[in-house]
């Protein structure tokens, strides 16, 4: 079965640290998402790339949050500097295109402390 | 941002039972709708699409009501494992899916 894998599974930090969370896509899928969820928020769409171009980026604090998309087998989604308010799970999904279902990654848990 | 809205529950209710969760909807325009399951602490997962003219699958049963812009979920006989949270997912022309913030259900023995 194709999965999105995302790594690091866990991670926890100091505020301050930069942390960069890595996402596989599965292969052929051309739409890829980063996303927070919280027990408050539900799923907050982040940002978004098709083909590797970065569609919207509206949902990311845009002075500490980066994403990107290296290459069509990897995007990395960024903070620095990292803050307490920043600790969620964030997941990685991907898609075949628009409107097209979702399949997500295990996400990453993130602590900052 | 569009939105969708999901009763948040939870829903309590005894094995066996049936149980129904809507999910409505903004724009008339969209186009995809989809049932997400999600387990404590694990990713969403997907469920089943939601077609026009309805979709079954075992003892779930996808709804969708244009005319009132809402998707529905219908789970029959239900069983233990099928506590969860279930999101659903709207797709809004030239945007990518809308979550519900999802519907918590609690099946018990």
């Known amino acids: 079965d194709a999965r999105v894998t995302q790594t690091p599974r866990h991670k926890v930090t100091e505020m301050g640290q930069e942390v960069t969370m890595r996402c596989q896509p599965i292969?052929?899928?051309?739409?890829v998402f980063w996303y927070r969820q919280t027990m408050m928020q539900g799923l907050e769409l982040l940002a978004y790339f098709r083909n590797r171009a970065p569609l919207d980026d509206s949902g990311m604090p845009k002075d500490r949050f980066s994403a990107e998309m290296p290459d069509a087998t990897l995007a990395t989604l960024k903070i620095q500097p990292s803050e307490p308010r920043d600790s969620a799970v964030y997941f990685c999904a991907s898609a075949q295109g628009g409107g097209q279902p979702q399949h997500f990654g295990d996400g990453t848990r993130l602590s900052i402390l | 941002r569009k939105e969708v809205e999901q009763d948040p529950g939870p829903f309590n209710v005894p094995e066996g039972a049936t149980v129904a969760f809507n999910c409505t909807y903004s724009?008339?325009?969209?186009?995809?709708f989809f049932w997400y399951r999600q387990d404590c602490r694990k990713e969403p997962k997907l469920l089943m699409s939601?077609?026009?003219s309805g979709n079954e699958d075992g003892r779930f049963t996808a709804q969708l009501n244009r005319a009132s812009q809402y998707i529905s979920l219908l789970i029959r006989d239900s069983k233990l494992s099928d506590s969860a949270t279930y999101l659903c997912a709207v797709n809004y022309p030239g945007e990518p899916l809308v979550f519900g913030k999802g519907t918590r259900l609690s099946v018990i023995a």
């Open positions: 939601v077609y026009s």
């Open positions: 292969l052929g899928h051309n739409t």
């Open positions: 724009n008339s325009a969209s186009q995809s």
